[in-house]
């Protein structure tokens, strides 16, 4: 096998809420992610040496990319004298709380696996990989695993949860980004910040139901994180039919869970009159996946 081509989600927060803080700094976290039918198109193929493309992208194809870092991981971790050529084709926007990164960094060391299991004395199995991936980044064990998950600690602690009942989403991107560390710096300015009920979601998924996701779901830095679209957006999904809406991650990208998917389709058309950037999909209920 000299290539192979990955499909890895991107994802949404059901729900976030920010618990405490952690002797080492990082905040400790309580979430429901969701991963998506919208995915990053990841193909590896074996190369003497490491390189990166990120074709119509501005990120970096360097060791900066987490692309790049988490063949780097593998590679050591499994001491290969050989390497790859990466290609990204991004589908999922950056700086959107979609964990397009991470999508990445899990795309990888799914490849990786994939493209020298006729080398390696045996494939690393699913927890080797959940630790690489716990190295390189807070939702890359969650990108790696997929479907619907609870979500704790520093996004270490996963506990997969029944399906999201199927439904349609519509995404709204606006025209900027929010940083994560700034979201959460101005959360912990905030003396009574908002908690959404998780407890509440996790018991509607496992009750398969979809109105009580709908209600229970919300973020805790949508108040301080959100940029100056973000309520204008949520109306204007919820004008469009959506059941909940909300801003996912640290923001900035907002979506809409519809009873279907002809409804999300259907919104999506009245929104991109008014957005650039509309995204529909559907849960998914893995992670990456080989074409």
């Given at each position: 096998?000299?290539?192979?081509?990955?499909?890895?989600?991107?994802?949404?927060?059901?729900?976030?809420?920010?618990?405490?803080?952690?002797?080492?700094?990082y905040h400790a976290l309580d979430m429901v992610m969701q991963a998506l039918t919208l995915c990053?198109?990841?193909?590896?193929?074996?190369?003497?040496?490491?390189?990166?493309?990120?074709?119509?992208?501005?990120?970096?194809?360097?060791?900066?990319?987490?692309?790049?870092?988490?063949?780097?991981?593998?590679?050591?971790?499994?001491?290969?004298?050989?390497?790859?050529?990466?290609?990204?084709?991004?589908?999922?926007?950056?700086?959107?709380?979609?964990?397009?990164?991470?999508?990445?960094?899990?795309?990888?060391?799914?490849?990786?696996?994939?493209?020298?299991?006729?080398?390696?004395?045996?494939?690393?199995?699913?927890?080797?990989?959940?630790?690489?991936?716990?190295?390189?980044?807070?939702?890359?064990?969650?990108?790696?695993m997929g479907g619907t998950c609870r979500v704790q600690g520093v996004g270490d602690l996963l506990?997969?949860?029944?399906?999201?009942?199927?439904?349609?989403?519509?995404?709204?991107?606006?025209?900027?980004?929010?940083?994560?560390?700034?979201?959460?710096?101005?959360?912990?300015?905030?003396?009574?910040?908002?908690?959404?009920?998780?407890?509440?979601?996790?018991?509607?998924?496992?009750?398969?139901?979809?109105?009580?996701?709908?209600?229970?779901?919300?973020?805790?830095?949508?108040?301080?994180?959100?940029?100056?679209?973000?309520?204008?957006?949520?109306?204007?999904?919820?004008?469009?039919?959506?059941?909940?809406?909300?801003?996912?991650?640290?923001?900035?990208?907002?979506?809409?869970?519809?009873?279907?998917?002809?409804?999300?389709?259907?919104?999506?058309?009245?929104?991109?009159?008014?957005?650039?950037?509309?995204?529909?999909?559907?849960?998914?209920?893995?992670?990456?996946?080989?074409?």
């Amino acid at each position: 096998m000299e290539k192979v081509t990955i499909l890895a989600p991107a994802k949404i927060n059901l729900a976030l809420d920010v618990t405490g803080r952690l002797p080492n700094g990082y905040h400790a976290l309580d979430m429901v992610m969701q991963a998506l039918t919208l995915c990053e198109r990841i193909t590896l193929q074996k190369a003497d040496t490491l390189s990166l493309a990120l074709p119509g992208s501005d990120l970096p194809g360097d060791a900066h990319n987490i692309a790049w870092k988490a063949a780097e991981a593998f590679l050591r971790y499994t001491k290969l004298s050989t390497a790859a050529a990466l290609t990204v084709e991004k589908h999922t926007p950056v700086q959107a709380g979609m964990g397009g990164g991470s999508a990445d960094a899990a795309g990888v060391l799914v490849g990786m696996n994939e493209l020298y299991a006729d080398i390696l004395p045996r494939k690393l199995s699913q927890s080797e990989l959940l630790a690489l991936g716990a190295d390189l980044g807070a939702d890359v064990p969650f990108a790696l695993m997929g479907g619907t998950c609870r979500v704790q600690g520093v996004g270490d602690l996963l506990c997969p949860l029944p399906p999201l009942p199927d439904c349609g989403i519509v995404i709204v991107m606006p025209e900027y980004g929010v940083s994560t560390p700034a979201a959460f710096a101005a959360f912990d300015k905030v003396e009574k910040p908002y908690h959404p009920d998780v407890p509440a979601l996790d018991a509607a998924l496992r009750a398969g139901d979809f109105a009580g996701v709908c209600r229970a779901a919300g973020n805790a830095l949508e108040a301080v994180g959100s940029g100056s679209e973000t309520q204008a957006i949520k109306q204007s999904l919820k004008q469009a039919g959506a059941r909940a809406a909300l801003m996912t991650g640290s923001g900035a990208a907002v979506f809409g869970l519809y009873d279907t998917k002809a409804a999300a389709e259907h919104a999506a058309e009245t929104l991109r009159r008014i957005y650039r950037r509309v995204y529909v999909t559907a849960p998914a209920r893995g992670g990456p996946v080989r074409t």
